[in-house]
């Protein structure tokens, strides 16, 4: 057993673990936040993937230990004060959703994307999302959201930025 | 997961220290992204005592520029930060286009080039915790007569597995070489040396790194001037996988004729497999129809499909017809 500390979804987080947990176990079965899923527990789906210092991880492939003083943000910190996070308000428009179980993963490693190239093509927000796994979508309107929220990180760019409208 | 006792050394040697000198991985495994680690210790393919992390060694996840052009690569580089280097988009395009293709971005932001080049087979005999192959030193290779579409063509037997790693077809054609760092001191390795066949004491390993040995850095020479280079890979889907098929292809030309090759081709073989007889048959030619026909058929010639893998026979053919074209227009 090992005491971690470590910053979840914007708060200290002190947590007792044993060596041999995952990042997942911890958020979910110590922290309680079940938004990340435990889909296939080994790599193949996405089902569970997290920010840690800002960058997707598959959290059942990390080793809580690893965390320990990093900032980890999950699905239930995606959203802030002001309501939903551009990508989860763009899923919600585009219908992007039937059961909804890779979603959290899904809009984690969405939200990566849309930070860092709101540029992104059809192609390279695939790849962006090669990870993530959904047996229900077809991922048709999973791609129409992201490209939504890419279109509207540019724009919130383009007004901090006083460009041209 | 079993239990299992995590330490943090802060020094390869500290690390070295604690890893097991007999091949008996109950003892203890090397932790660095746990990409494929992880996925070994849940099906309870290794079951050791202790893991032994190696984030614990500050620096080891550095990327030097020498002075003469060369490269050293850490072994905690990450699969990410090698993909979008700059100087390696520009000077070994092989290297960077291997790195790109691996997984996806969540396995690249944590995959390490040291964990990338050290994996385990992929193998579905192997990876399957029920069955006890050849691999995990049982009687008999399943693959052999089992199910075997993404097994070896080239250099297999008496096991067949493919090494999955995308990394080591790119820096075999690049002539890297590997450090590795044991109680007993450190030696050097080229990569192409570093990775065992099945009929030379390859089966329940992969490479000639020793139990208590840590591959610290893979250091890639300068390369002659003029250089192009590129890695194509083949998999069976759109989104993320290992290689089907894969070449690594380094060309130097000078009017229109080749004036030096390298050829390495990935998930074929249980290593990265070099084809030296093809490269002889590349230089001092046009990169024309005609050689590339005695190229490809050259690099193949040995090739000794299983009952559900000649496929992989036209497929590599293609590649590398592809990669000549690509790189000599
Ligand atoms: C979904 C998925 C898709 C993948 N796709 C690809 C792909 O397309 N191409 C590809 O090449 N790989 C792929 N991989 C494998 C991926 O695990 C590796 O690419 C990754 O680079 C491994 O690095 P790591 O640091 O996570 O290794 P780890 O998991 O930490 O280690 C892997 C192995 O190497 C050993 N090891 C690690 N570091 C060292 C060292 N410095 N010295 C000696 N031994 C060491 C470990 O003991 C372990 O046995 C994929 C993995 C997953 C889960
Ligand atoms: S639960 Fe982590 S990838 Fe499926
Ligand atoms: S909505 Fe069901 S798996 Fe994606």
Known sequence: MRILHFQLNGDDAEVAAPDHWTLLEVVRYRAGLTGSKQGCDKGDCGACTVHVDGRSVLSCLTLAADIDGRQVTTIEGLSNVDGLDVVQDCFDGAGALQCGFCQPGMMMAARQLVTENPEATREEIKEALASNLCRCTGYTKIYQAVEEACRRQRQCTTERAGGAP | ?329
């Open chain 2, 1 to 329: 997961m079993n239990t299992f006792d995590l330490q943090k050394p802060t020094s390869i040697e500290g690390a070295a220290a604690l890893l097991p000198t007999s091949s008996d991985s109950r003892q203890a495994v090397l932790l660095a992204g746990g990409q494929d680690l992880l996925g070994e210790l849940k099906d309870g393919l290794v079951e050791p005592e202790r893991v032994v992390n190696l984030k614990g060694v500050a620096g080891l996840d550095a990327m030097n520029w020498e002075a003469d052009g060369s490269l050293t690569l850490g072994a905690l580089v990450t699969l990410q930060s090698l993909a979008e280097e700059p100087r390696v988009l520009e000077e070994m395009a092989v290297l960077a286009e291997a790195a790109q293709q691996v997984g996806s971005p969540q396995i690249r932001s944590v995959g390490t080039v040291g964990g990338n080049l050290n994996q385990r087979p992929r193998c579905w005999y192997y990876r399957n915790a029920d069955s006890v192959c050849l691999k995990k030193g049982g009687t008999h290779c399943f693959a052999q007569l089992g199910e075997n579409k993404y097994n070896a063509i080239l250099g297999g037997g008496p096991t067949y597995i493919v090494h999955p790693s995308d990394l080591a077809p790119a820096l075999v054609a690049l002539g890297a070489s590997a450090v590795l760092v044991s109680p007993r001191g450190r030696r050097t390795v080229l990569l192409s040396e570093y990775y065992l066949l099945p009929a030379d004491d390859g089966i329940t390993r992969e490479t000639i790194r020793e139990p208590d040995e840590v591959l610290a850095s893979v250091h890639v020479p300068v390369q002659r001037q003029g250089m192009r280079s590129t890695y194509i890979k083949f998999r069976e889907r759109g989104s993320y996988d290992w290689a089907l098929s894969s070449v690594a292809l380094c060309l130097w030309m000078s009017d229109g004729m080749t004036t030096g090759a390298r050829l390495v081709l990935g998930g074929v073989a249980p290593t990265p497999w070099r084809c030296e007889s093809s490269e002889l048959l590349l230089v001092g030619h046009a990169v024309d129809e005609q050689t590339i026909r005695r190229v490809v058929d050259e690099a193949l010639r040995q090739a000794e499909p299983l009952s559900d893998n000649a496929y992989k026979v036209p497929l590599t053919k293609g590649l590398v017809t592809r990669a000549l074209q690509t790189l000599a227009s």
